[in-house]
């Protein structure tokens, strides 16, 4: 069973860090795509960032690239999302995600490629 369990958000002012963690278990494939995402009220769920499993390939959103920084620590089984810079429209529950790769075209934006789900965790800026 695939489990992951996010943790690391808080309130924080603008310009302000926080870093993100993303536990997770249960993976059997020997290639994943991870990726973490972003709600807000009244908005379609956004990707910022994503990680291959495997190689270490990056992908970074237009709105946060060069201010977040995705990393995984393999041997603990864990994604990070540190977040530098942060401005009132970083604010939103944040997830982890996760999918197999298979000889497939990845999208690692796309949430409906995404198999498993965290449960989110909240982040406040205020400006």
């Given at each position: 069973?695939?489990q ?12 302000g ?24 009220p009244?908005?379609e769920?956004e990707?910022v960032?994503?990680?291959y499993?495997?190689?270490d ?9 060069g ?10 089984n864990?994604?990070y ?7 009132p429209?970083?604010a ?5 995600a ?21 449960q ?8």
């Amino acid at each position: 069973r695939v489990q992951l369990q996010e943790s690391g958000g808080g309130s924080v002012q603008a310009g302000g860090s926080l870093k993100l963690s993303c536990e997770f278990s249960g993976l059997t494939h020997s290639t994943y795509c991870l990726g973490w995402f972003r709600q807000t009220p009244g908005k379609e769920r956004e990707g910022v960032a994503a990680i291959y499993w495997h190689d270490d390939t990056t992908y970074y959103s237009d709105s946060v690239k060069g201010r977040f920084t995705i990393s995984q620590d393999k041997a603990a089984n864990t994604l990070y999302l540190e977040m530098n810079g942060l401005k009132p429209e970083d604010a939103g529950l944040y997830y982890c995600a996760t999918r197999p790769i298979y000889n497939d075209y990845v999208q690692p934006f796309n949430e409906y490629e995404y198999n498993f789900w965290g449960q989110g965790t909240q982040v406040t800026v205020s400006s």
